[in-house]
């Protein structure tokens, strides 16, 4: 990765779904279906990829209301985790949630993801509650911190 290589924000297509499920399956124990991906796609949800060059390094689905959007996932693969491409995703989200003009963007987060909870702290959300045992875990289930951010 060389610095006159830029890093691009393009919309999802049906293509990259393959390659989006083996970075889903590196960093999440319960991964979506590639089925989950397409389908989003297709409901025209705001899907994008994040890419440098050829390299796909992550994604992000978000799905917009009249007033709000909400993150439904976004993942960076390990390898570029922890070098601001997340965040960057992330702003890109809520950007354009404002150009649509919601009031708001929310998201879920597991209670065990502290840096990903870290980050969207750091971005201004707050945490408004919890879903009791919403996310599969291990052993049952684990809550999921929803998380909102005012625009």
């Given at each position: 990765?060389t610095?006159q ?17 083996l ?61 601001g ?58 809550d ?8």
């Open positions: 990765m610095a290589q830029t890093i691009e924000i393009r919309p999802m297509l049906l293509a990259d779904v393959d390659r989006i499920i970075i889903e399956r590196e960093i999440f124990l319960f991964p979506w279906s590639p089925g989950n991906f397409s389908d989003s796609i297709k409901a025209g949800y705001a899907c994008h990829v994040l890419q440098q060059a050829d390299t796909l390094m992550g994604y992000g689905i978000m799905m917009m209301s009249p007033e709000e959007g909400h993150i439904l996932t976004l993942g960076i693969a390990a390898s570029y985790q922890k070098k491409l997340g965040k960057k995703l992330l702003q890109f989200l809520i950007q354009s949630a404002r150009e649509q003009n919601a009031k708001s963007v929310f998201l879920d987060v597991r209670e065990s993801n502290h840096g990903a909870a870290l980050l969207y702290k750091q971005m201004g959300f707050q945490h408004i509650a919890t879903r009791k045992g919403y996310y599969p875990a291990m052993c049952g289930r684990e999921a911190l929803v998380m909102r951010l005012m625009l």
